[in-house]
């Protein structure tokens, strides 16, 4: 039964320093997650996120629960792969269930979660089937897609060559010849996320293949700006690799907020994507 007040419990969790704040709407209710996700995101102000994720009832039968997420400028992304392995860490270590794999149910669709346990019986990390990714798809990308796996758009006077890769949500993805340690995400990013060929926007993934074989990411978020991690962007950014001759599709992308492991063995094959999810804290808030 849900709590009809105004302060409600939430819980704040990151998954490789993509953090979010948590609602279980089994209990309490969010009638407008826009503008919360917005006040709860401030910093200094609010409880300060990249973002706002429900966790709730699923609608469809083949899920065994249901997730929205709000960015931290109130728009509803279709899904974020940090914050699947997130929604299952909470759903097993709250008791809510005991089946592994779980099933969400996003807007991209339904997401098999398979569960790793500590020796106590936590949820240490996950490995979530993240799904085909599509290379084409015009309401995301509007260029015209002739075979080749990279595509030119400029910004601030510069231009650059990405690939452009749908993982529910879209992606276009740069590798750079130069330091990206020392490149300006937030310049470039801003720009390129608002391009007339992103009729939805885009998340942008700024790349370079390190002589280890790792592939160092940074991203700017669709909504949210630059993120300290980004799940469909490591995945994104993976394939793209593989696409390109950076990599071999079995990638470890390292972000700002950590590491995560992602594979895709080209063709249809689905992406498989492995990393930690975390409870920072939890508490108490007004809703706005």
């Not at 790793?116 to 979530?128: A, F, I, R």
């Not at 669709?222 to 469909?232: E, K, P, Q």
């Not at 907020?257 to 992602?262: A, S, T």
């Amino acid at each position: 039964m849900k709590t009809a007040q105004h302060t409600i419990r939430f819980t704040k969790m990151h998954g490789t320093g993509n953090d979010y704040i948590y609602v279980n709407t089994l209990l309490y209710s969010v009638p407008d997650p826009a503008r919360t996700a917005i006040e709860w995101s401030r910093p200094h102000f609010g409880i300060g996120s990249d973002g706002l994720i429900l966790i709730g009832a699923a609608t469809e039968a083949d899920a065994d629960f249901s997730m929205r997420i709000f960015n931290n400028d109130g728009s509803e992304a279709m899904m974020c792969g940090n914050g699947t392995r997130c929604v299952a860490k909470f759903l097993h270590d709250k008791g809510l269930t005991d089946k592994n794999p779980i099933r969400l149910q996003t807007l991209s669709g339904v997401k098999v979660l398979n569960l790793h346990l500590d020796n106590v019986g936590k949820v240490e990390s996950v490995t979530v089937d993240m799904g085909r990714p599509e290379m084409t798809r015009p309401e995301q990308f509007a260029a015209s897609c002739s075979g080749n796996a990279t595509h030119r758009v400029g910004a601030c006077g510069r231009e650059f060559h990405g690939t452009f890769v749908s993982m529910g949500n879209p992606h276009f993805v740069i590798f750079l010849d130069e330091d990206v340690e020392r490149f300006d995400v937030a310049r470039y990013g801003a720009v390129l996320e608002h391009d007339s060929i992103f009729p939805q926007r885009c998340n942008i993934e700024f790349a370079q293949a390190l002589p280890d074989g790792t592939i160092r990411m940074r991203v700017w978020e669709r909504g949210s700006g630059i993120t300290l991690a980004c799940g469909t962007g490591a995945c994104a950014t993976a394939v793209a690799a593989r696409l390109t001759g950076h990599g071999n599709g079995s990638s470890d992308i390292i972000m700002d907020g950590g590491r995560l492991n992602v594979c895709w063995n080209g063709g249809d094959s689905h992406v498989m994507m492995t990393g930690p999810a975390a409870i920072s804290f939890e508490g108490e808030a007004a809703l706005p």
